[in-house]
């Protein structure tokens, strides 16, 4: 093994030890970082909304949007972002968005603002 020094063999198996260590604990962070990253989203999204996560179908665009979500929220300017895309900073769950034309369609097939006309119907 060529260390004949027993002080600087303890070090090296510390050393070995510690990188091992370390690696494991890379390798279950980065295991955790969706479940933690996206388990209370995921809460917010089924349990509050009621609705499916985009990260499922778009993970990549979901995840471009969380950046710009937390972003727009660090700098203090998620209220002008909702303000800006509802027309309100609380909107109503099924309020139509103010920045799409009325025709669009959106996933379902349905016109955005078809929602906020059926709960003026009733």
């Given at each position: 093994m060529g260390r004949p020094n027993a002080e600087a063999r303890r070090w090296l198996v510390a050393a070995v030890v510690l990188a091992v260590l370390l690696g494991a604990c890379a390798v279950l962070f980065l295991l955790a970082t969706p479940v933690v990253g996206y388990g209370p989203a995921w809460i917010g999204h089924f349990f509050i909304e009621g609705n499916r996560p985009a990260t499922f179908g778009h993970?990549?665009?979901?995840?471009?949007?969380?950046?710009?979500?937390?972003?727009?929220?660090?700098?203090?300017?998620?209220?002008?972002?909702?303000?800006?895309?509802?027309?309100s900073p609380h909107p109503a769950p099924d309020a139509p968005r103010v920045d799409i034309p009325a025709d669009v369609p959106v996933r379902d097939g349905r016109s955005h603002t078809d929602g906020a006309a059926q709960a003026q119907m009733s």
């Open positions: 993970p990549l665009w979901s995840l471009r949007a969380d950046f710009k979500m937390l972003s727009l929220a660090l700098r203090g300017r998620m209220a002008d972002e909702v303000t800006r895309i509802y027309g």
